[in-house]
């Protein structure tokens, strides 16, 4: 009988690769609500996993949650959110214009077609503004990850991006369990 590895309770990495030690907590004050897509969930590399983990104003739930309608509508009410989300509507971010408004931010976490899927089916989504980053940052999850386009970030690197501009702090330490992982993984890459 072959024995299941031991996963780490935590961030869900087996033991030998749980990257809970590269955590730097950060209280935002800026709130972020994640829109995961299930299949998101039990994916190893999630970096949804790392933010929720890493941001104390942070919230995920699930794209299959039966109150997911109720939470984004909640959550639109109560933080007058941007979706961070490049589109042909997307305009680029930038928090130092006059009319940045917004008190939040709403991310949906997937594959491009996952996150479509999600913006498509829900129309509170497609009526908030809808801002995407500029920059010419490649990804460090890139070695691991195949993406549609090399200026495509994971949500933990999208995240810390926006939230360094909007804060004025540096949270290059956010980033510290995505690195960790893409080291790990490509120790054992062939």
Not at 137 to 151: G, H, N, T
Not at 152 to 174: D, G, W
Request: aromatic share 10%.
């Amino acid at each position: 009988m072959v024995s299941k590895r031991k996963t780490c309770d935590i961030c869900k990495r087996p033991e030998k690769a749980c990257y809970c030690h590269t955590i730097k907590k950060y209280r935002n004050n800026f709130p972020v609500l994640i829109i995961r897509h299930f299949n998101e969930e039990s994916h190893p590399f999630n970096t949804a996993r790392m933010a929720e983990m890493t941001y104390d104003n942070l919230e995920i739930i699930s794209s299959n949650h039966p109150e997911l309608d109720q939470r984004i509508e909640s959550f639109i009410k109560d933080h007058n959110p941007f979706l961070l989300f490049k589109s042909h509507y997307s305009r680029k971010f930038n928090c130092k214009e006059e009319e940045f408004l917004y008190k939040a931010m709403i991310v949906i976490d997937g594959t491009w077609d996952q996150a479509k899927g999600i913006l498509y089916s829900k129309e509170s989504l497609q009526n908030l503004h809808q801002l995407h980053l500029d920059h010419d940052v490649e990804s460090i999850y890139k070695p691991i990850r195949k993406a549609c386009s090399k200026s495509f970030l994971s949500t933990l690197e999208a995240i810390t991006m926006t939230l360094e501009s909007i804060e004025k702090v540096n949270l290059q330490e956010s980033l510290s369990p995505l690195k960790y992982v893409v080291e790990w993984q490509k120790k054992w890459s062939p």
